[in-house]
């Protein structure tokens, strides 16, 4: 097996905007794992996320660092190949996730089949969770127009968390007149309690249906407590819940968590994070970065495991590195679509790959 980097850079459709900062330029490393014997190729997607210290140059050191592991195990089973890996990547969740991705997609593709039907799914697309559309955080107007830039979906995750909490209120209420579906708040840890305390029953009444990851991770324990005992609108972790270990610790003050492969290392910890979630009666939702359609397709394989999803990664870009739509799980109005074909379903055109690379290693 061949471990085959291509690093790419993809401009932003819109300046993208969270309580941690601004980018204008999405640059992430597409894994392919090439069996030469099968003729396949598997593919995963490292996204680089800077305010985690994930860069292209870091991603593709990490994935250099592994190549003798990744090209010299044989990929039996996605699981017990994650296993051989993981030790090596313990510090590196992203890289480890676009292996653990790679493999999902080349080992399903060997059998023929879906991973999602390897994996035990069943593969009607209508029985799963719809996925939200997210409006970066903005002025309201702006808001809005992104919004009524992407109208018939489901339901819309706000990304608020400005600091100022009137702002933020008025950034839903002006939201809500552009749109009856209802909403999700992420505040990506730019609340303090009583501004999470004081924005629930208004939140309720604007027809938000939960608020993600208010509080910083490291909020006070009792702090956390009271928000998961007063809030009325459902708690759900996401920057509190990176790994494995973190699922107990979220149990007793938040009500979900939102998994996403880059933060726990892959599918396969996913899928163990999303079963014991659910044993401590956990929601689970699960994510994903700004990631083309490559990412998307490998992440969409958890949809059957959850019950929330937010996975509209590939339409923040403004290219891709598929040659059409039928070439990955596209998104379409909240629903993903999955094309017929073997593996995660995603098939990057060599030339989109040489096209977008990028210069800044
Ligand atoms: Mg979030």
Known sequence: MKLILHPIEIPLRHPWTLAHGTRTVQRNVVVELHDEQAGLSGFGEAAGIPYFGVTTATLIAALEGVRGVAEGVPLLDPESWWAGLAPHLAEQPFALAALDAAAHDLWAKRAGSTTRRMLGFGEDEAAYPPSDFTIGLAEPDAMAARLAERPGFPVYKVK?????????????????????????????????????????PRLVDLGVEFLEQPLRVDAPEAERRRLFEES??????????????????????????????????????????????????????????????????????????????????????ADDVV???????????????????????????????????????
Do not use: Y
């Open 160 to 200: 608020l968390g400005s600091g100022d909490l009137a702002a933020d209120l008025a950034r839903v209420e002006r939201l809500r007149e552009e749109t009856d579906a209802p909403l999700r708040v992420d505040a990506n840890t730019g609340w303090t309690l009583e501004q999470a305390i004081e924005a629930g």
């Open 232 to 317: 009325p609108l459902p708690v759900i972790a996401d920057e509190a819940c990176f790994g494995e270990a973190d699922v107990a610790r979220c149990a007793g003050f938040f009500h979900g968590v939102n998994l996403k492969p880059a933060k726990c290392g892959g599918l396969t910890p996913a899928l163990r994070m999303a079963a014991e979630a659910r044993d401590l009666g956990l929601r689970v939702g699960v994510g994903c970065m700004t990631e083309t359609t490559v990412g998307i397709s490998a992440t969409a394989q958890l949809l059957p495991a959850v019950d929330f999803a937010d996975l509209d990664g590939a339409l923040l870009l």
């Open 323 to 361: 040659a059409s739509a039928a070439a990955g799980v596209t998104l379409d109005s909240g629903r993903l679509r999955f094309p017929p074909s073997a593996g995660n379903g995603v098939q990057p055109a060599a030339a989109s790959l040489l096209r977008l690379r990028t210069a800044s290693v």
